[in-house]
């Protein structure tokens, strides 16, 4: 953390400084709420001494500071992802970001699926692996994704097997066949369709919810060498992660 980020240089003594630096790098790092105790054995200082740079600075107490502090860290994560996000996203949008992060609220709880095809099918594992160690729960096989939507019941009809939830679709194109099938099935029950493609005029991007358009273009190479496509939309899905979880 640079010294001066959050105060003044000129208006910290070296221990304060230390100290700020402390408290910050906790927030950063997303530990349990750093005690002033803690912070003063850290920095080898009394808690008296804490108490009376945080009058100084003007906060009632230890606990005021730590929350601007956090505010601030906050604010300034998010500010980095956003301009992540800007590089990686074409026509990039805060509104839609949010409203990405109100359906995984909204869904947190319930079954959500993944599909993509070929190369955009090892994204949507890295997507699986990447929601399920975050607490989702997410399947992405689409042999899988038809046995927990539909089962034949007892009278020989086609019935949901899962709640309304939320399907991601990553196809480069936006017109593989089992993807959008996928896709046309899902919204059919009720589902909310999150898209990554290249194309803003694909099959794809018609039928979501959303859609994030990554390294846009209107003809698709999936040969053409360097292709950043793909790791850009796993990069992209990292930032919004970031976003959803500092909300």
Known sequence: MNESY?????????????IITSIVNHI??????????????????????????CKRLGFNGYSELFYSLSQKVSERLKEQCTYELSTLIDDYSEGVVQQLCSYLHTFRDR???VVGEGFADLVADYFVQRL???GFMVFNRV??????????????????????????????????????????????NGFK?????????????????????????????????????FGKVILAFEEILGIYFQD
């Open 6 to 18: 959050y105060f003044l240089t000129n208006s910290l003594t070296e221990d304060e400084t230390r």
């Open 111 to 113: 079954k959500l699926f």
């Open 132 to 134: 399920g160690v975050s």
């Open 28 to 53: 950063e790092k997303r530990k349990d709420r750093a005690s002033i105790t803690q912070i003063a054995n850290e920095n080898f200082v009394s808690t008296s001494f804490i108490i009376k740079m």
């Open 193 to 229: 369709v999150v898209s990554f493609t290249k194309r803003v005029d694909s099959a794809l991007a018609g039928l979501s919810d959303l859609v994030f358009i990554v390294d846009g273009a209107r003809q698709t190479l999936i040969s053409g060498v360097p292709n950043p496509f």
């Open 143 to 188: 042999h899988f994704y038809d046995y927990m939507l539909f089962r034949e019941g007892n009278r020989k009809l086609v019935q949901s097997n899962v709640e309304p939830s939320l399907i991601f679709a990553i196809s480069q194109s936006g017109e593989t066949t089992s993807v959008t099938d996928d896709v046309v099935r899902a919204k059919q």
